[in-house]
């Protein structure tokens, strides 16, 4: 019998979680850990679920408690498919043009639609960031916008970088992140939907990066669009690294920073010579920004 431990956490902590099998390192058979958002009107309330093929030991409930803040919740779970079973709790995501939705919902003839599996449910637009960048990209594409390279900073499932080559089919598309588990994720996320893999256009590249750090994010640069949905530290961070890859006229879409921080990430952007043409709203806005002179050295 599957038995789930649930505990509460933040948005932070549920992006921060580690590998099972590095938490649980002493473990034969450790749990399949995953993370949601159950509210979006909540959006720093998030739970981790651990799934155990066996009742947990209060030494492993001690190690799953060191990732949230509450106490974990146990439960049984009869005898089905739980993987299915919590597919079925995330709700499909319009957002624009979009439609994303788990393998346990049926696509959207009128949309543009994208499968990701909730296992991995970073990225699949569940997050207000993530339906804010594809609505971004959206309307980019509706204002007449055209991009031939595009970047995709901390892909995550690779959602953002598939949004992209759907709206801008000719275009060439890299899409790197930081863990790469996320690669592999996006490769496999890539194959359910079609993406194909390579260098030309029409075609994703994948790499594990730190940034702007690799060689083929050097190669493929300067890009017309680069989009990045991480955190507003990395963001700041990342400006002047963002705006030498960028093209004259290019455009970067940033995401992942709270409505209180969107002024000083967008200040790291204007003070290199970009104009803010857009910034969504809510909580967690989505920063449109635009070179209209080449970027500064």
Not at 47 to 52: D, V, W
Not at 118 to 128: I, Y
Not at 197 to 220: F, Q, W
Not at 223 to 235: C, E, S, T
């Amino acid at each position: 019998m599957t038995h789930r431990v649930t505990l509460p956490c933040t948005r932070a902590q549920a992006e921060a979680l580690p590998e099972a099998e590095d938490l649980f390192a002493a473990s034969d058979y450790p749990p399949v850990l995953v993370a949601d958002e159950p509210d979006p009107a909540r959006p720093d309330d998030w739970l981790i679920h651990a799934y155990f093929e066996y009742p947990p030991t209060a030494d492993e409930l001690a190690l799953l408690g060191t990732l949230g803040s509450g106490k974990p919740r146990i439960e049984a779970l009869p005898e089905s498919d739980w993987v299915t079973m919590s597919q079925s709790g995330l709700q499909p995501i319009r957002a624009g043009r979009f439609f994303v939705h788990t393998p346990t919902h049926a696509p959207d003839a009128g949309a543009i639609n994208f499968e990701i599996d909730a296992g991995l449910a970073f990225g699949t637009g569940q997050h207000a960031t993530t339906a804010g960048c594809l609505e971004a990209l959206d309307g980019l594409e509706r204002e007449g916008q055209r991009f031939a390279n595009v970047a995709d900073i901390g892909t995550g499932t690779g959602l953002l970088a598939f949004a992209a080559l759907r709206l801008w089919p000719e275009a060439r598309a890299i899409a790197t992140d930081i863990d790469p588990i996320s690669i592999d994720v996006t490769r496999d996320n890539a194959a359910i939907n079609g993406i194909p893999m390579g260098h030309g256009a029409g075609e994703l590249l994948l790499a594990v990066a730190d940034g702007m750090d690799h060689p083929l994010l050097a190669a493929r640069a300067p890009f017309d669009l680069l989009i990045a949905n991480i955190l507003a530290g990395p963001l700041i961070e990342l400006a002047p690294a963002f705006v030498r890859s960028l093209t004259p006229g290019g455009t970067i879409v940033l995401a992942g920073l709270l409505d209180t921080q969107a002024d000083a990430v967008a200040r790291a952007y204007t003070s290199l010579g970009l104009n803010e043409v857009h910034r969504g709203p809510g909580e967690w806005p989505v920063l449109v920004l635009q070179a209209l002179q080449s970027p500064r050295p």
